[in-house]
């Protein structure tokens, strides 16, 4: 005899919705670990979207070389920057010397911006733009003239809506005419491009008193040569030090294979602490079928002496818990992706809920009813009829 699937659904849907309360509570386990999953695996996978169009952004034939060492002999130079340029297969080179410190203006200050000391080519190397003005020029850097160029942050809350030529601030006490103010970058995985000020390179080196460089972005020619550009620098530079560690040169791919290996295993690691509130529901459900099954011992005594066999007392339960579990997933998932949204709207935080995580939070959901309902249902099928029957 076959298993009636249309009546053992209606029975489990029925024996589901004369406990409405406690359905709820059985299902707000699966509900959370569900809308867990979606919106962590979510705010992680926006989080790697956002770091690679960020990375992606700067070119496919950006390098950057970091010096490593902090000594006087592992330190380049103006010189260095020049013979970089001379390197096959490179384009443009702008060397970089950051420090943070307080700007003033007026009565206004900004504590700890990032003051970023480079040159001419800096702006088209990163692929920044202007927004009014100019950027730094050769005679400011010959000159070592105090001249800046700010960022859309700097500006906006220095200046508000208002142009910030010609206005002045102070950096660590000095002067410093702006002559610029770059376009809204964003931000990348080293913080906001926005809250910083350019200056002149040689400007930067007197004022921190260091006129070491460690920090040069180099645009090769096309992507095509960016592995000789790079091996002559890394030549150079072994030639330079002696020390491969005192040195890093790094390609857009190895930043981006970097930054998506750290990424993946930070959403698996999202995924993995959201899933465990999915199986303590999945944990609850089995408990709660294990009390419905007690409960309900007489009614399956009368179902096996009438006829009902092992399986359709299983099936029957197995439903119920799969149910159970499946409406709490859909719930799960509402809640999930409405949370997503909502935490990019109320704290700017890139979230990309895929249609993949979705479908694997309901299947996993559905699973869960599956797993932690065949205990129970084992448990009524085999109730000893008599017994059951018996049972008050």
Excluded: C
């Excluded at 913080?191 to 921190?208: H, K, M, Y």
Aim: net charge negative.
């Amino acid at each position: 005899m076959k298993i009636n699937f249309k009546q053992t659904f209606k029975m489990a849907m029925s024996s589901i919705f004369s406990n409405k309360m406690r359905s709820f509570l059985t299902m707000l386990g699966v509900i959370i670990g569900v809308s867990a999953v979606i919106i962590l695996v979510s705010i992680g996978q926006g989080t790697t979207k956002s770091v690679t169009e960020s990375i992606e952004g700067m070119g496919s034939n950006l390098l950057t070389v970091n010096i490593m060492g902090r000594g006087a002999d592992t330190s380049l130079d103006l010189e260095d920057i020049e013979m970089f340029d001379e390197f096959i297969g490179v384009g443009k080179v702008a060397g970089s010397s950051t420090m943070n410190a307080d700007i003033k203006s007026g009565t206004t200050i900004l504590e700890d911006i990032s003051i970023n000391g480079t040159d001419e080519d800096y702006l088209s190397i990163l692929n920044y733009e202007m927004l009014e003005g100019r950027f730094l020029i050769d005679t400011d850097l010959d000159n070592r003239q105090r001249v800046a160029v700010v960022g859309s942050e700097v500006k906006s809350e220095l200046f508000g809506n208002a142009s910030a030529i010609g206005e002045e601030i102070k950096i660590n006490g000095q002067t410093y005419t702006i002559v610029g103010s770059l376009a809204e970058k964003g931000s990348s995985m080293m913080g906001s491009n926005d809250e910083v000020v350019v200056i002149p390179l040689t400007t930067a080196q007197r004022l921190s008193g260091d006129t070491s460089i460690r920090t040069i972005y180099v645009q090769a020619e096309s992507a095509e040569t960016v592995d000789v550009a790079k091996a002559y620098m890394e030549n150079y530079l072994e030639r330079k030090f002696g020390d491969e560690d005192a040195y890093r040169v790094f390609d857009q791919s190895e930043v981006l294979d970097t930054v998506g290996s750290v990424t993946g295993m930070l959403t698996a690691m999202l995924g993995g602490i959201a899933g465990i509130s999915l199986l303590v529901g999945g944990i609850g459900i089995m408990n709660i079928m294990l009390v419905s099954v007690t409960e309900r011992t007489r009614e399956i005594g009368i179902r096996k002496a009438i006829g009902a066999k092992y399986s359709d007392i299983l099936v029957q339960f197995i439903i119920e818990s799969i149910v159970l579990s499946g409406m709490g997933g859909i719930i799960g998932v509402a809640l999930g992706i409405g949370g997503a949204y909502a935490i990019t709207a109320i704290f700017e935080l890139e979230t990309v809920v895929s249609m993949g995580i979705v479908i694997l939070s309901t299947m996993f959901s559905l699973g869960v009813g599956v797993v932690f309902g065949i205990y129970p249902a084992d448990k009524a099928a085999k109730l000893n009829t008599i017994d059951a029957l018996r049972y008050e």
